[in-house]
């Protein structure tokens, strides 16, 4: 268990519906990072946040967003979705802000199919 | 841009052989470099990391990799596989720099253990 958590566990939806994915990160950790994983792409970074700002952004698509709260606890807002937005999608976290030898411990995934 | 590729999307060895996972980089500058393992369903367990300490790196569960700048690789080595290593493992990336703190994988090498 890494001590990040995420739900929902599952989560079933049709095209055109928007769905908020949460992610809590380890008591302490300032960073939080989304990832999604599918069969096409594999694993890509999407977004980092670090104590409420965002910090690094990566592939992410105009439909997405993202947040973090004063607790630190952190928001994937998926809109519009497609056929192809389904995947699992990761949340880690991570003690500090950069710095590349800062270690990301990973969530368990919320698996998004778009029906 | 770094970038990280994994040669052999799928490697199978038996029980009690030496397990061999390759991983090659690209960066232009010094990288962070590590190791993940996700076993069926759940999320990324970090197995070591290379933060340029020492170029021999001993990670959990009897693995290791060796930093070899002059080849660009990391490759993740364990004497004797065990059935329970079987699992996706992945090679990532990561750069010190002001501008966040994004880790880039690799496609991922599926390791199968034979009775």
């Known amino acids: 268990d890494s001590g990040v958590t995420q739900t929902p566990k599952h989560l079933i939806t049709a095209t055109g519906q928007r769905v908020t994915l949460r992610c809590s990160p380890r008591?302490?950790?300032?960073?939080v990072y989304w990832y999604q994983q599918s069969l096409d792409q594999g694993l890509q970074f999407l977004i980092q946040?670090?104590?409420?700002?965002?910090?690094a952004k990566g592939n992410i698509l105009e439909r997405f967003s993202a947040q973090q709260f004063p607790d630190l606890h952190s928001e994937l807002n998926l809109s519009s979705l497609e056929l192809g937005d389904s995947a699992l999608y990761f949340c880690?976290?991570?003690?500090?802000?950069?710095?590349?030898?800062?270690?990301?411990?990973f969530g368990p995934g919320t698996r998004l199919t778009v029906l | 841009a770094q970038s990280v590729t994994q040669l052999g999307s799928h490697v199978s060895v038996s029980e009690g052989a030496l397990v061999l996972l390759r991983c090659n980089y690209s960066?232009?500058?010094?990288?962070?470099l590590f190791w993940y393992v996700q076993y069926p369903n759940q999320g990324l367990q970090l197995l070591l990391k290379?933060?340029?300490?020492?170029?021999l790196v001993k990670g959990i569960n009897g693995f290791e990799a060796e930093f070899k700048k002059s080849e660009t690789s990391f490759h993740l080595t364990k004497p004797s596989a065990h059935m329970s290593d079987a699992a996706e493992y992945f090679c990532?990336?990561?750069?010190?720099?002001?501008?966040?703190?994004?880790?880039?994988f690799g496609g991922g090498t599926r390791l199968m253990v034979k009775p």
């Open positions: 880690a976290s991570s003690p500090l802000s950069g710095g590349g030898a800062d270690t990301q411990y």
């Open positions: 008591s302490g950790d300032l960073s």
């Open positions: 946040y670090y104590n409420g700002e965002e910090r």
């Open positions: 960066s232009s500058v010094p990288p962070y």
């Open positions: 290379y933060t340029s300490a020492a170029t």
């Open positions: 990532a990336v990561s750069v010190s720099n002001n501008a966040g703190n994004m880790l880039t």
